[in-house]
């Protein structure tokens, strides 16, 4: 059995490979990057909301490619039915007998674009296999490969045709990102490298399934002080507290932000978690599970400002 420091060396290497293989073809966004790799190496799910053209589907593609997983994506359209996503069991004339025939979400990586133009109904179809890593068709229970990723994307403008999406499929997310605009030199930058050829083209996978998984089980070795895990469940019950929330989070949430906090301190090269991990996660692991009064979403307020906020009051532990 590996000790903690092999482990949080072998983080290191192939997280290594993974970023600036991803970085031949998204111009910046290192801390993007990053923190699509504790979604990574939790085994968590990724909810990217941002403009049209920022990024978000190529980046995806990128992380997938540089793995060697299978990928599938779901363009998700409002008459996109659950079996659509599942797959279905359908009766074999030749063999007399129901035969399952299994849907896109039977993969590794998961890209599904535009997650907010299918209907609740559809969107439902993602909650067992995001929480439960399983997919159950009349009655019978299939088990999905691991790893297993959903990448989801959305635009938050474009309002017409789209379906918010329920609080319980939110919290299924380990993290909600923002892609953001490149600066001008990333931008220039993003122009001659795409003006030729589509570097997606050539990206091949430098890191395996089995090493993912041996990545995975060295996060969940980083230490984790007793005043840090207390200081993680604080700032989560903070967010309950708050006088702008009409909902804080949930325990899963502390569960997110304890293990993303493990995650990116393996990713620094630490096998323990500091305090400053746990303030650096806290906004992408805790703001889309939060729900803000009326009175605060008319006043301007976000979820993330108040989360930022919660950070910034609560004691930090100094053991």
């Given at each position: 059995?590996?000790?903690?420091?092999?482990?949080?060396?072998?983080?290191?290497?192939?997280?290594?490979?993974?970023?600036?293989?991803?970085?031949?073809?998204?111009?910046?966004?290192?801390?993007?990057?990053?923190?699509?790799?504790?979604?990574?190496?939790?085994?968590?799910?990724?909810?990217?909301?941002?403009?049209?053209g920022?990024?978000?589907?190529?980046?995806?593609?990128?992380?997938?490619?540089?793995?060697?997983?299978?990928?599938?994506?779901?363009?998700?359209t409002?008459?996109?039915?659950?079996?659509?996503?599942?797959?279905?069991?359908?009766?074999?004339?030749?063999?007399?007998?129901?035969?399952?025939?299994?849907?896109?979400?039977?993969?590794?990586?998961?890209?599904?674009?535009?997650?907010?133009r299918?209907?609740?109904?559809?969107?439902?179809?993602?909650?067992e296999?995001?929480?439960?890593?399983?997919?159950?068709?009349?009655?019978?229970?299939?088990?999905?490969?691991?790893p297993?990723?959903?990448?989801?994307?959305?635009?938050?403008?474009?309002?017409?045709?789209?379906?918010?999406?329920?609080?319980?499929?939110?919290?299924?997310?380990?993290?909600?990102?923002?892609?953001?605009?490149?600066?001008?030199?990333?931008?220039?930058?993003?122009?001659?490298?795409?003006?030729?050829?589509?570097?997606?083209?050539?990206?091949?996978?430098?890191?395996?399934?089995?090493?993912?998984?041996?990545?995975?089980?060295?996060?969940?070795?980083?230490?984790?002080?007793?005043?840090?895990?207390?200081?993680?469940?604080?700032?989560?019950?903070?967010?309950?507290?708050?006088?702008?929330?009409?909902?804080?989070?949930?325990?899963?949430?502390?569960?997110?932000?304890?293990?993303?906090?493990?995650?990116?301190?393996?990713?620094?090269?630490?096998n323990?978690?500091?305090?400053?991990?746990?303030?650096?996660?806290?906004?992408?692991?805790l703001?889309?599970?939060?729900?803000?009064?009326?009175?605060?979403?008319?006043r301007?307020?976000?979820?993330?400002r108040?989360?930022?906020r919660?950070?910034?009051?609560?004691?930090?532990?100094?053991?």
């Amino acid at each position: 059995m590996q000790n903690r420091a092999e482990g949080v060396t072998i983080v290191r290497d192939i997280s290594g490979r993974i970023q600036r293989q991803i970085g031949q073809v998204i111009v910046g966004k290192v801390d993007v990057i990053e923190l699509f790799l504790v979604a990574l190496l939790c085994e968590g799910h990724v909810l990217l909301e941002d403009v049209p053209g920022t990024g978000k589907t190529t980046l995806a593609r990128s992380l997938a490619q540089s793995l060697n997983c299978e990928f599938k994506r779901i363009q998700f359209t409002p008459d996109l039915l659950p079996t659509d996503v599942t797959g279905l069991s359908y009766f074999n004339q030749k063999l007399a007998d129901f035969v399952f025939r299994p849907g896109p979400l039977f993969g590794q990586i998961i890209l599904a674009d535009e997650i907010n133009r299918a209907t609740p109904r559809t969107q439902s179809a993602l909650l067992e296999a995001m929480q439960e890593r399983t997919v159950t068709i009349d009655g019978e229970t299939h088990v999905l490969p691991r790893p297993f990723l959903v990448v989801a994307t959305q635009n938050p403008i474009e309002l017409e045709g789209t379906f918010p999406l329920p609080e319980a499929q939110l919290d299924r997310f380990l993290l909600k990102l923002d892609m953001g605009y490149p600066s001008a030199a990333e931008e220039d930058a993003i122009v001659l490298r795409h003006s030729q050829t589509n570097p997606l083209l050539d990206l091949g996978s430098v890191a395996s399934a089995e090493e993912i998984r041996a990545m995975q089980a060295a996060v969940k070795q980083v230490q984790v002080a007793d005043v840090v895990r207390q200081y993680v469940i604080s700032i989560v019950r903070a967010t309950r507290e708050a006088d702008e929330m009409e909902l804080g989070a949930s325990p899963r949430g502390s569960l997110a932000l304890y293990q993303t906090s493990q995650a990116y301190a393996a990713l620094q090269g630490r096998n323990w978690v500091l305090p400053d991990d746990v303030k650096r996660m806290a906004v992408p692991a805790l703001s889309h599970r939060l729900i803000l009064q009326p009175e605060a979403r008319l006043r301007g307020r976000s979820a993330s400002r108040v989360v930022q906020r919660i950070v910034e009051q609560v004691p930090v532990p100094v053991e």
